[in-house]
């Protein structure tokens, strides 16, 4: 349990070390991409960054809808209003996504730093 409390540390982590929207720089492209259902006007800028973030570090997140992942990026936002750990719900994502713990923390630190930068004290 100790080595996946301190891999999901990293993960969620890691995304503070960024600044603003990044991709892997494994990808063949050199500019971030928005998935065909997300329009400009249908989200907020930190929803299409939360988007283009996960995205560009989980590919398996490609896979999701739009509508999906964001609901999971508030519903992340709202586990953390009500007094659960960044660590805590970054667990229960890899639990429910098996994305790999690292992926699943930084998920959960995108959903921080895009949807709810409020708890950004909390990692």
Avoid: W
């Amino acid at each position: 349990m100790r080595t996946r409390t301190t891999v999901a540390t990293l993960g969620v982590a890691g995304i503070l070390a960024l600044t603003g929207c990044t991709v892997d720089t494994d990808t063949t492209d050199s500019k971030p991409k928005m998935s065909p259902s997300a329009k400009a006007d249908s989200h907020t800028n930190a929803e299409n960054a939360f988007l283009i973030a996960s995205r560009g570090k989980v590919p398996a997140l490609k896979k999701i809808p739009d509508a999906t992942l964001l609901e999971f990026g508030h519903t992340s936002c709202d586990a953390m209003d009500a007094g659960n750990t960044p660590l805590a719900v970054a667990m229960k994502a890899e639990e429910n996504l098996q994305i790999g713990e690292a992926n699943s923390g930084y998920l959960i630190g995108a959903a921080v730093a895009q949807l709810c930068p409020k708890h950004k004290s909390e990692i």
